[in-house]
Nanobody, 119 residues
Framework: QVQLVESGGGLVQAGGSLRLSCAAS???????????MGWYRQAPGKQRELVAT???????NYGDSVKDRFTISRDNAKNLVSLQMNSLKPEDTAVYYC??????????WGQGTQVTVSS
């Protein structure tokens, strides 16, 4: 079992920046088997969508709407994944969820953190 604690959400004006972080904890085996860490978001009335993911080897994948504005990074020693969000737009307003996937086929979600971008 993996527990995820997200932080860093809030209210920001359009054009501003925010940084989200997600810390993973759990049993040694669970943490050891984490492969992909990432962020998804869900706006009211919309489906949850990919924001960005990064695997243990450092390979990244971004949603089209955030490419060139958001940067995902991870610290394997600290079991931490971060999302630097720049040039934020009102359409980035959503609840952002951290997700980790393991080599054993398990997936875990955080509780979500609200990001609101005002115009």
């Amino acid at each position: 079992q993996v527990q995820l604690v997200e932080s860093g959400g809030g209210l920001v004006q359009a054009g501003g920046s925010l940084r989200l972080s997600c810390a993973a904890s759990g049993s040694f085996f669970s943490i050891f088997t984490i492969n992909t860490m990432g962020w998804y978001r869900q706006a009211p009335g919309k489906q949850r969508e990919l924001v960005a993911t990064i695997n243990r080897g450092g390979n990244t994948n971004y949603g089209d709407s955030v490419k060139d504005r958001f940067t995902i990074s991870r610290d394997n020693a600290k079991n931490l994944v971060s999302l630097q969000m720049n040039s934020l737009k009102p359409e980035d307003t959503a609840v952002y969820y951290c997700k980790v996937s393991t080599f054993t086929g398990n997936a875990y979600w955080g509780q979500g953190t609200q990001v609101t971008v005002s115009s």
